[in-house]
């Protein structure tokens, strides 16, 4: 059974920074695309960023020039480096394949971005 862990959530201040990391377990990890997804109460899932097997890195408009995907296949994991952060940025983050979820949703990782 294929496991995703999200962590590295947490409260901060606009124009902060927090880097989320994805741990994850058996085989996808190193062939398929991976991809931080995030959610607010209320709201569909939104893809923020994506990163296929190679390292090529796609984002949202959003988050251009803020955010920065990478990937450690040795280590299986997935990081979101999110600089310049804003309230709208306010977030439940999860990771999983792209495009189609090819594990079970992990508990996800909080980020909070209020003054």
């Known amino acids: 059974q294929v496991q995703l862990v999200e962590s590295g959530g947490g409260s901060v201040q606009p124009g902060e920074s927090l880097r989320l990391s994805c741990a994850a377990s058996?085989?996808?990890?190193?062939?398929?695309?991976m991809g931080w997804y995030r959610q607010v109460p209320g709201k569909q899932r939104e893809l923020v960023a994506r990163i296929n097997s190679s390292g090529s890195t796609t984002y949202a408009d959003s988050v251009k020039g803020r955010f920065t995907i990478s990937r450690d296949n040795a280590k299986k994991t997935l990081y979101l480096q999110m600089n310049s952060l804003k309230p709208e940025d306010t977030a439940a983050y999860y990771c999983?394949?792209?495009?189609?979820?090819?594990?079970?949703w992990g508990q996800g990782a909080q980020v909070t971005v209020s003054s």
């Open positions: 999983n394949t792209y495009p189609s979820f090819r594990a079970p």
């Open positions: 058996g085989s996808i990890f190193r062939i398929y695309t």
